[in-house]
């Protein structure tokens, strides 16, 4: 979705900066019940694995398009700080719902 509305990171920064975290959290819900719908014990750990899991990756591949010699070139500290921590929405929205579960 990212590539979809990229265009506006530029033109209207205030609309990609709030529709961006929406959908990161809309899409972390909807892989995390999928995920969870398959797992029957562990659920805080399973969602502390897959949180952390789904952060490392979303970060790598965001790295691959935004380090240097990339089509999106960006400093590290720079995309951490604009974007990668934005990707904490993961591993927290996952974790909580193994927390959740877990308690039932």
């Not at 899409?27 to 502390?48: A, D, Q, R």
Request: a negative charge.
């Amino acid at each position: 979705m990212s590539f979809v509305i990229y265009p506006y990171r530029d033109s209207n920064r205030p609309l990609f900066e709030s529709i961006m975290p929406v959908i990161l959290t809309i899409t972390t819900i909807v892989f995390s019940i999928m995920y969870f719908k398959k797992i029957s014990t562990n659920y805080l750990h399973e969602g502390i694995l897959a949180g952390s899991t789904w952060f490392v990756v979303s970060l790598l591949i965001d790295l691959i398009m935004f380090l240097p010699d990339s089509p999106m070139q960006m400093p590290f500290a720079d995309y951490m700080m604009d974007i990668g921590l934005t990707y904490l929405i993961i591993p927290i929205v996952v974790t909580g719902i193994g927390y959740i579960i877990e308690g039932r």
